[in-house]
């Protein structure tokens, strides 16, 4: 007796699944294609932009290492030896160091204060309700928008009426008003993105306003604490028209002072390489704060976006 072989009948009904054949992959849509290629257009623009950014840097810093006459004879060639007397030429001839010793003395008492005054001020406008909140919140959001030249002349005579023109001490303060719109700004934005559980768990136990901010909430802040502490050091360090408005006193002149008394002086004596190496003196700093603290600087600027 033989069997004949049949295959097994397909279930049907409507509980049971039915398998169904993949057929060929779809084609790339359009809007792949379209994404790709503003993928390359962007990045074109990027490397573009760094290339333009990054040039002018290495030249400054191949320039100030070359001697006077290099630097009119070959100015895109590299030096042909690496003249070191220049740079101490500019830290002792041009008293750049004092002039660097005034700029960190400055920009460090007015970076610190900011940053204690406005996160302390964020962290009150971020998380209490009460009445004028919203006023002095936009109260510090005007003082942004308010153009500093306009406030040169009456500013001029009140630290002069303080008896702080021409001091470290003064140009701090300055500083730090200066400073401190943009901050409070920043800083009240990312305070209200900290969780709030935190907090009421350290009041539960029976933690004081101003140790819950200090020890538990400053520390969570660190990102932005960071974030807009490179961007007040950058506005700060760069900073010409308030040094030159309110400290007129030569002993006490900032980097940006220096390095245009350093251009006046040295360029009528033909002073060039000494001039460069002055302005990668000044430079450095920066750069070095930047890429120390990029991470920090990047997680402080994506921290809002991501909760």
Known sequence: ??????????????????????????????????????????????????????????????????????????????????????????????????YFLNTVLVVGGSLIGTLVLGSMAAYVLARFDFPGNRFIYFLFIGGMSFPIMLALVPLFYVVNNMGLLNTIHGLILVYIAYSLPFTVFFLTAFFRTLPTSVAEAAFVDGASHTRTFFQIMLPMAKPGLISVGIFNFLGQWNQYMLPTVLNTDPDKHVLTQG??????????????????AGLVMAMLPVLAAYIIFQRQVVAGLTAGALK
């Open 1 to 98: 007796m033989t069997t004949t072989e049949t295959d097994a009948p397909t279930p049907s009904g409507p509980d049971v699944p039915v398998a169904r054949t993949e057929g060929p992959a779809p084609k790339p849509s359009r809007r792949r294609r379209e994404g790709g290629i503003l993928n390359v257009f962007s990045h074109g623009v990027l490397i573009l932009w760094a290339i333009m950014v990054v040039m002018p840097l290495v030249w400054a810093v191949m320039t100030s290492f070359k001697d006077d006459r290099s630097i009119f004879s070959s100015p895109w060639a590299l030096p042909d030896a690496l003249h070191f007397d220049n740079w101490s030429r500019a830290w002792t001839q041009a008293n750049m160091s004092d």
């Open 259 to 276: 390095l245009v008394q350093l251009a006046v002086s040295q360029g009528y004596k033909g002073d060039w390489s000494g001039l460069f």
